[in-house]
């Protein structure tokens, strides 16, 4: 009997994945088994079959856990170590909850809202077996059962289209219930619901009351007990006097409670829908790391500055809180200024309506009670920051007082890359931490300023992202939220979820862009690139209305659409291009004043993307068993139309900027017999210094590589200065800086933490490293069942290696170049084939195992 499987996964709905024991080269069966406790109480037989990958278990009943056995070329395999059942569904319990609301009688106005209590007590006569509470709000809750916190979740219930779904989570309670009187106890803010939200910051995006639903259930011998909200609550504000997750917390720890006021049931309404009650699919929010100060300045004005030498998302832990009455200011930031205290200028919003700049938020207080043991920990805020300024404090504040919390969806980490420039090195891991910060609940743009789920960003670095970190659930739910903000005619908002939901929402700006290309083109294009990386064509299937409805809209308003500045009478052709409506274009090129005027003509950019989508819905409706041809045919027009309109015969583009030549080669929009001459002229052009913005800065450098200028990619990467990668590194920048700009002798601006120019760091993986997707995998293909090792040394590199934990397994590509030439180990995990590219031509097709390979020739 050989190894049994290892790393079993269950996705929803029962679709199980393991990987196969080492050394295997193809399974041909598997069985799985439900165990209660020790018991077997299901079992499927054996099954014929070589998937190991989100296979359909068919289970008959619900199990505590689940164990799979293989039959493999090696023959059949011991039992796997059983892992855990998640619970997959609502129970019914939860249909005879109340809604409940605080007592509020006057709705404080924004970031002068208290984080409330909601109270409720309860006898238990008899002994406690098990016992679940199942809890969601409007607004972020805390549970605690006797009072003890329960369990290690962040910013519940997370942020979803409220109006369309809204997540609850289940609870293990059964330690902290005993038998007599127990109480159970809700902390109750904003968060996302009512809370600022986005550039404008807005409040009462989803509404303007807070409320809580839940249902505990407790499990006896012979019988249960339902404890569940409604009347017979009570409430009062707590001692987080204020609580905004952009504006900050503010803690009286010193102050009287007011009295207990019944709480308010509430039905009707939005209150009425159950049907938007889910389960998330995705990793919950967590407290993942802390970090203790690099540095601590006193600064003029008796502050003092703590360095913690890390761009995070999170908030900071304070123990040392001065006597009784002291009130002391935290204020969080990125950057310093010449005097050495925390400025968030660059951080400050702007009101479209009024022109005015907003303030930057950050900000948390606490007053101290004086009592031994005081902690202040502010879990109803989160902050984007490096370093924090203390202001009140009369010291001496000592670094083993004051931490930072590292705050972010616990997305298990699946991807590294090294090589021996400790300069590529440190950017690899600064578009790490930018994804870290901006992973949380959603993939947000930055975790200090705007903090909103950016279709165009995620679009952007969806792929890397998948590189590193495990991101499948964690997109599946944001896609699932995009699905349901699209507007009836198709166009998705420009960040989701969104406070307006499906539809205009009043603000000429906002309303302006939604459906900006390039933004909206992540309803098509971060499912494929799910698809690529996960294999997951039930996604692909579930997004395909979604999908069809942007691409209709698009194609729709190009048909439909006109240019007010076109004279005479319309070609054939412009029929396909889009060339109307708010886009946001490339954005924040280097020396470009980034313009979103509605009366700007970005048809270059938004036909490109209309054509690409068009392009990848069509492969996908193979997937997924629809027909393709409508979807190749315009892909095949819009293509076309682009040509005619923005392509000369000699390859001059209309608009010669090089992402428009970056977007020309990576969508394919250039003929063949032109792609050799707009790949040299944009190899001219980034010889001169880089100058791509937020959608093409990802696709730039394989553009170059891939036709024919790997030493130019390798230029660009290992540039200095502004702009470059490394020179943010050069300048200590722990994160990706939002513009190439960020920081300069006058200081701050923009964001210091933004994803999209991280996306750079994919070519760490595939072309330096060498590991590759298929362009356009297969069923029997995609996520990484088959893919290439494809290394491409260059930038006076001598060595590199990476390695990614595959939905099959570990691969590892790590080469070297040494006296007697290139020498490349390679590992292609059990079920999977690979096939190796040398840098000197050779091609091998391999199968599972370790692999090593040389040659004398670098180079072909």
Known sequence: MTDPPTRLRLDHPARGSWWL????????????????????????????????????????????????????????????????????????????????????????????????????????????????????????????????????????????????????????????????????????????????????RTANGFGDRVAALLAL?????????????????????????????????????????????????????????????????????????????????????????????????????????GPAGTTLTLTHGEHVDVDGRVTTDHLRAFDFATGRLLPAGQVDEVVSAGRPGEVFEPRHTTHGFRYVQVDGHPGPLGATDVTAVVVHTDLAETGWFGCDDDRLNALHDAAVWSLRDNACDIPTDCPQRERSGFTGDWQVHVATAALTHDVAGFSDKWLRDLAADQWPDGRVTTVT?????????????????????????????????????????????????????????????????????????????????????????????????????????????????????????????????????????????????WRREYLGPDGTIAVPSQANHVRALAFDLVPDDLRATVAKRLADSACQGLGTGFLSTGLLLPALADNGHLDVAYRVLMSTGVPSWLGMIAQGATTIWERWD???????????????????????????AGIRLPEDPGPDEAGYRRFVVAPQPGGGLRAAEAEHHSPYGPIRSAWRIGADGFRLAVDVPPGTRAEIRLPNGRVDEVRAGHHVVESSRVAR
């Open 497 to 641: 979820p969104n406070p307006a939901g499906a539809g205009p929402s009043g603000r000429a700006f906002q309303d302006a862009m939604e459906g900006s290309a390039g933004w909206g083109d992540a309803a098509v294009l971060v499912p494929w690139e799910l698809w690529r990386a996960y294999g997951d064509a039930t996604l692909v299937d579930r997004q395909y209305d979604s999908m069809v409805r942007w691409v209709d809209y698009a194609a729709t308003a190009a048909h439909d659409g006109r240019d007010p500045d076109r004279v005479g009478a319309p070609a054939p052709h412009e029929r396909y291009l889009w060339d109307t409506g708010g886009h946001f274009g490339e954005w924040l090129e280097p020396g470009e004043t980034p313009n979103p005027d509605p009366r700007v003509d970005h048809g270059i950019v938004a036909t490109a993307y209309l054509a690409r989508s068009a392009e990848l819905l069509g492969r996908m409706s193979v997937l997924v068993g629809r027909s393709p041809d409508r979807y190749r045919e315009l892909a095949a027009a819009v293509r076309d139309a």
């Open 742 to 768: 960020g920081v300069d002798a006058a200081g701050a601006r923009g964001s210091l933490n933004h994803c999209s120019k991280g996306a750079v760091i994919s070519f760490l993986h595939t072309h330096i």
């Open 21 to 200: 024991p080492a050394g295997t080269v193809v399974q041909r069966a598997y069985e799985v088994r439900l165990l209660d406790a020790d018991e077997v109480v299901w079992t499927s037989g054996r099954r014929e079959g070589a998937g190991s990958v989100l296979v359909d278990l068919g289970v008959e009943r619900r199990g505590c856990s689940w164990q799979v056995k293989v039959w493999t070329d090696l023959g059949e395999s011991a039992w796997s170590e059983p892992a855990p059942w998640p619970v997959d569904a609502l129970p019914a319990v939860l249909g005879t909850a109340t809604w409940i609301e605080p007592h509020e009688p006057v709705v404080p106005a924004p970031g002068e809202r208290p984080a409330y209590r909601l109270r409720h007590e309860f006898t238990l006569d008899r002994p406690v077996t098990a016992a679940t509470a199942w809890v969601t709000a409007h607004g972020i809750y805390e549970l605690f059962v006797n009072g003890t916190r329960v369990g290690d979740l962040e910013l519940t219930p997370g942020f979803t289209a409220y109006r369309s779904r809204l997540q609850v989570q289940p609870h293990d309670v059964a330690d902290l219930l005993h038998v007599g009187t127990n109480a159970v106890e809700l902390l109750l803010s904003d968060g996302w619901f009512r809370g600022r939200h986005g550039f404008e």
């Open 217 to 321: 259930e407790v499990v006896h011998d012979g019988g249960t007990t339902a404890v569940t909200t409604g009347p017979g609550w009570r409430s009062r504000p707590s001692r987080i006097t204020a609580a905004d997750l952009m504006d900050g917390q503010r803690v009286d720890l010193s102050a009287p409670e007011a009295d207990w006021q019944p709480a308010r049931p509430v039905d009707g309404g939005l209150y009425a829908d159950r049907d938007r009650l889910v389960l998330s699919i995705a990793p919950p929010v967590r407290r993942i790391e802390e970090l203790t100060p690099t540095a601590l300045t006193l600064v003029a004005g008796g502050g003092v500055v703590v360095d913690f030498g890390q761009n995070v998302n999170g908030w900071v832990r304070l123990t040392d809180l």
